[in-house]
């Protein structure tokens, strides 16, 4: 590796990097999110009023698994 090329291999891997860090949250957006529902029987009911206990343990497990809030509070 010569020292010219570190500028670009340094910028190619925070750019990378930075990449990783948006998959990571997009996923952790679509699959974790309490708003987000998979199965076709929760979509047109409101379940905040039909099970509010599943919709706040799921919103605690959400903020559990958050990766960036257990970086920066830790």
Do not use: W
């Not at 860090?21 to 996923?27: D, N, Q, T, V």
């Not at 957006?29 to 199965?39: E, F, G, I, K």
């Not at 919709?55 to 830790?74: G, P, Y």
Request: hydrophobic share 40%.
């Amino acid at each position: 590796m010569k020292m010219q090329s570190f500028p670009v291999y340094r910028t190619l891997g925070l750019v990378a990097f930075a990449a990783t860090l948006g998959i990571y949250s997009l996923e952790h957006q679509l699959v974790y999110s309490p708003n987000v529902y998979v199965s076709k029987k929760m979509r047109k009911s409101s379940p905040e009023i039909t099970d509010p206990n599943h919709i706040i343990d799921v919103a605690s497990k959400f903020i559990s698994k958050s990766f960036f809030r257990n970086v920066f509070h830790s």
